[in-house]
């Protein structure tokens, strides 16, 4: 079992960087392939970023890539998503979420677990 908590969300200007970083608890964290995603009012639930259980192999939506970079601290067990040049569409709760089957995963229901979920707001 894996318990997440997110944290680093809050405001910031159209242009702004902000780090989100996602705490994990439990056992064998180093076995969960990680992902981020995000939900804006009104909107499904969106995949950001994954990061594979080694930290080998990452992947980004095509909107964040080249502003976002996901990593992950096994040592730590932590996942951090690092948010540059960000945009009033980006504004979003983030949630962080583990799965178990693939680091390949996209979609929602194939993750286990999930935090809380981290508010960013971007304003312009």
């Known amino acids: 079992q894996v318990q997440l908590v997110e944290s680093g969300g809050g405001l910031v200007q159209a242009g702004g960087s902000l780090r989100l970083s996602c705490a994990a608890s439990?056992?064998?964290?180093?076995?969960?392939?990680m992902g981020w995603f995000r939900q804006a009012p009104g909107k499904e639930r969106e995949f950001v970023a994954r990061?594979?259980?080694?930290?080998?192999?990452?992947y980004y939506t095509d909107s964040v890539k080249g502003r976002f970079t996901i990593s992950r601290d096994n040592a730590k067990n932590t996942v951090s998503l690092q948010m540059n040049s960000l945009k009033p569409e980006d504004t979003a709760v983030y949630l962080c979420?583990?799965?178990?089957?693939?680091?390949?995963?996209?979609?929602?229901?194939?993750?286990?677990?999930w935090g809380q979920g981290t508010q960013v707001t971007v304003s312009s």
């Open positions: 979420a583990a799965n178990r089957r693939s680091d390949r995963a996209l979609r929602p229901e194939l993750y286990d677990y």
């Open positions: 439990g056992v064998m964290f180093r076995s969960y392939h």
């Open positions: 990061i594979s259980t080694s930290g080998s192999n990452s």
